[in-house]
């Protein structure tokens, strides 16, 4: 995944690969990027229970400072 702006518009580049098949480039809006992320946590803090929203996005703060 990797952001790219053409103009004033940004998107989510994404190459979706799937074994034996070439991969297959799919931008996403910033918005609709956005949306998937905003799914993606609501979806891990009802897999932990304890966890805040807030705990969520510090740990992805924290993890995008290293390359992991």
């Avoid at 891990?44 to 969520?56: H, W």
Wanted: with cysteine; aromatic share 6%.
């Amino acid at each position: 995944m990797i952001w790219q702006t053409n103009g004033n518009t940004t998107n989510l580049f994404v190459s979706l690969t799937e074994g034996g098949k070439p991969a297959k480039g799919v931008p996403i809006s910033g918005m609709d990027a956005m949306m998937l992320g905003h799914m993606s946590c609501v979806q891990y803090i009802r897999n932990f229970p304890g966890l805040t929203s807030e705990a969520c996005i510090r740990s992805l703060e924290i993890m995008s400072r290293h390359n992991v």
